[in-house]
């Protein structure tokens, strides 16, 4: 089992910036998968971003490209999502999320899921 609880999240106009991270625990291991997803209100979870923590590759929604960044921690069960030039669109719940092998987009890919994490970019 891992265990996954994301910190961060808050309120925030558009055009800022805010920092969310992740953090691991239980039979975490040098093979596995870190994503972030997010869902808004009526819609469907999505995929955001995921880093590969053995080879540090990493996916990004197009979404989010140039804009979001997902990285490791010194400390292995750490990740971050760092989101720049936020929008209103971007208001939702982030969700961490965890896999062993390689990089997946679709939520049910995803065995491990913390709790959630409000973001919400006013205009």
């Known amino acids: 089992q891992v265990q996954l609880v994301e910190f961060g999240g808050g309120l925030v106009q558009a055009g800022g910036s805010l920092s969310l991270s992740c953090a691991a625990s239980?039979?975490?291991?040098?093979?596995?998968?870190m994503a972030w997803f997010r869902q808004a209100p009526g819609k469907e979870r999505e995929f955001v971003a995921a880093i590969d923590w053995s080879s540090g590759n990493t996916n990004y929604a197009d979404s989010v490209k140039g804009r979001f960044a997902i990285s490791r921690g010194s400390a292995r069960n750490t990740v971050y999502l760092q989101m720049n030039s936020l929008i209103p669109d971007d208001t939702a719940v982030y969700y961490c999320a965890a896999r062993y092998l390689d990089i997946a987009t679709r939520p049910y890919d995803y065995r491990y899921w913390g709790q959630g994490t409000q973001v919400t970019v006013s205009s």
């Open positions: 239980g039979r975490t291991s040098s093979t596995y998968v």
